[in-house]
């Protein structure tokens, strides 16, 4: 157990779903972050909550909307997703201020079908 | 913009032998953090190794340890006695110094550990 924890571990969804994806840290980490990963491309960051506030948003389409209701807590919510985003989502945490690296969860595998 | 090239998208390294792996990345900036973490089947990404731009020294944790060449804009990985468990993907990743600082990561290498 690393700290970070994300749920569904695996989740598959029709294009016209809604589905949400769940972070949960208890490091009293102050700064959370979803990443998405697809086969043999680098780790693309999509959004960054600082102290509960988003601070980015890499350009990632509508139909992918972050949540953070607190330090602890991040959800991704999914609706109508096209099948090429299909990737592994992975959640991290880390403190706001110097750069101890991140702590990551173990992801959720999405297949959208 | 930050990039991160990993060259070598498979390594092969005999179990209790030492294997390096390759990291270049760009950055305009004079202070930064480099890291290297690996990601096993199971798909955590857990932090292998973590060194700050200001320092010469290089890193070292147990049988990881790192070449930083920050004229070069280089920072390889080196395994020493590679165990079965090491093997793995093995991401290099940047990080600035601001606040709730992005990671960016390269493309990744993966690590097989033969007997």
């Known amino acids: 157990e690393t700290g970070v924890t994300q749920t569904p571990r695996h989740l598959v969804m029709g294009m016209t779903n809604k589905k949400s994806l769940k972070c949960e840290q208890h490091?009293?980490?102050?700064?959370m972050y979803w990443y998405k990963q697809s086969a043999k491309k680098p780790l693309e960051l999509m959004f960054v909550y600082s102290l509960e506030e988003r601070v980015e948003n890499n350009s990632v389409p509508s139909r992918f909307s972050p949540e953070c209701p607190n330090s602890s807590h991040l959800f991704l919510h999914l609706h109508t997703l096209q099948p090429e985003d299909s990737a592994l989502y992975l959640c991290?945490?880390?403190?706001?201020?110097?750069?101890?690296?991140?702590?990551f969860g173990s992801g959720t595998r999405l297949t959208v079908v | 913009a930050q990039t991160v090239t990993q060259s070598q998208p498979e390594m092969s390294v005999q179990e209790a032998e030492t294997v390096t792996l390759s990291c270049t990345y760009d950055?305009?900036?004079?202070?930064?953090?480099l890291f290297w973490y690996k990601q096993p089947p199971s798909r955590q990404m857990i932090l292998v190794i973590r060194q700050e731009a200001y320092k010469q020294q290089n890193a070292t944790e147990n049988r990881f340890s790192v070449n930083f060449q920050k004229a070069a804009k280089s920072f390889s990985l080196k395994i020493s006695d590679s165990q079965l468990g090491d093997a793995a993907m093995y991401f290099c990743a940047y990080s600035g110094t601001g606040t709730a600082s992005k990671l960016t990561f390269g493309t990744g290498t993966r690590l097989q550990v033969t007997l």
């Open positions: 991290a945490s880390s403190q706001v201020e110097g750069s101890g690296g991140y702590t």
């Open positions: 950055t305009s900036e004079s202070d930064y953090y």
């Open positions: 490091l009293g980490h102050n700064a």
